[in-house]
T-cell receptor
């Protein structure tokens, strides 16, 4: 069985400062890893995904994440945040590309950007 | 390209009732997955439909059931509603057969059970 742990339920950051949102996973097989963003009263939007290849993955809105197999981590980073980045961020894992077993999500991290 | 749509947006039911939620998949997609997101939690996988049949299921009881229609739209039915069924229900569509069938999510239906 897979699981995802997002270590911080809430992360306050000042505008234009860097941010890292932490994600650790457990799985007995090779995995695909994802970060989704959820704005208030909206569905989930894919920020980036790791399927294979380079461990540094770049996504939309200036976000990037690094896959670390030895530490089973997939932390999300942005060098300079904007007020519009305020949202809930979810890390997710799949061993079948979001297929018949679906995606397993963490509990989410609320990113709060302070002016 | 039309995105994933869900109806209704909000719904209030009482314990013991039955509910049907609807989802129209993104143009060109043939697979639909349903997720339950309780308040303050991440989404949990309920099940997936492909070619009008259930293709995979998470840890949800049989009173959660679904349908997929020939146009790939889908319904989620929940019988004998319980208070804990109050949640945001998300539908995601994807195209099976690609290396990774990326899931595109709809805005969700907020279900409140009183």
């Amino acid at each position: 069985a897979q699981s995802v742990t997002q270590l911080d339920s809430q992360v306050p950051v000042f505008e234009e400062a860097p941010v890292e949102l932490r994600c650790n996973y457990s799985s007995s097989v090779s995995v695909y890893l994802f970060w989704y963003v959820q704005y208030p009263n909206q569905g989930l939007q894919l920020l980036l995904k790791y399927l294979s290849g380079s461990t540094l993955v770049k996504g939309i809105n200036g976000f990037e994440a690094e896959f670390n197999k030895s530490q089973t981590s997939f932390h999300l980073r942005k060098p300079s945040v904007h007020i519009s980045d305020t949202a809930e961020y979810f890390c997710a894992v799949s061993d079948s590309g979001g297929g018949a077993d679906g995606l397993t999500f963490g509990k989410g991290t609320h990113l709060i950007i302070q002016p | 390209e039309t995105g994933v749509t869900q109806s209704p947006t909000h719904l209030i039911k009482t314990r013991g009732q039955q509910v049907t939620l609807r989802c129209s998949s993104q143009s060109g997609h043939n697979t639909v997955s349903w997720y339950q997101q309780a308040l303050g939690q991440g989404p949990q996988f309920i099940f997936q439909y492909y070619r009008e049949e259930e293709n995979g299921r998470g840890n949800f009881p049989p009173r959660f059931s679904g349908l997929q229609f020939p146009n790939y739209s889908s319904e989620l039915n929940v019988n004998a509603l319980e208070l804990d069924d109050s949640a945001l229900y998300l539908c995601a569509s994807s195209l099976a057969g690609t290396i990774y069938n990326e899931q595109f999510f709809g805005p969700g239906t907020r279900l409140t059970v009183l």
